[in-house]
């Protein structure tokens, strides 16, 4: 999962999943494409919101996506266009590309519709994220438990 700065969308992402799958057996992670939260908690909002839906989440720290994550994860999940960007300028293969999918294409195929980043607005953005991502979240889950 992975968003700007690895505080507010991502890790929320990351919560929401591994609330949905067997954590022993599918590995989920976040990161940022930008390097300034490294080893900080996610915004107190995010916590918020996921502890709101039963979900804690001060368990993660920042980190920045490294173009090593293209070998130790089968889907790489992005909140939006310009993080698609980002991470696919650091592939080095077509097959590392396609490993790269706008998590928002779960529920809106081939919309290449963005998870809005509700860090300048209120609890409102971070509640209305919340529920983009479980949505999408629960498409993944059902696929990774289907195997495919």
């Not at 809005?116 to 919340?130: I, K, L, T």
């Amino acid at each position: 999962m992975v968003c700007l700065g690895n505080i507010c969308r991502s890790p929320l992402a990351e919560g929401i999943l591994k609330s949905k799958v067997n954590t022993s057996k599918v590995l989920v992670e976040s990161a940022g494409t930008g390097g300034w939260h490294v080893g900080e908690l996610p915004d107190s909002r995010s916590i918020d919101i996921a502890k709101k839906h039963g979900i804690d989440i001060t368990d993660q720290r920042g980190r920045k996506f490294s173009p090593y994550d293209f070998e130790n994860y089968d889907f790489i999940y992005v909140m939006d266009n310009s993080n698609y960007q980002d991470v696919i300028k650091l592939a080095n293969t077509h097959e590392e590309i396609e490993k790269v999918k706008l998590i928002l294409d779960e529920i809106f195929p081939n919309e290449n519709v963005d998870v809005p980043d509700p860090y300048y607005g209120g609890s409102q953005g971070f509640e209305n994220v919340f529920q983009m991502l479980d949505e999408a979240c629960e498409k993944i889950a059902e696929r990774l438990q289907l195997g495919n």
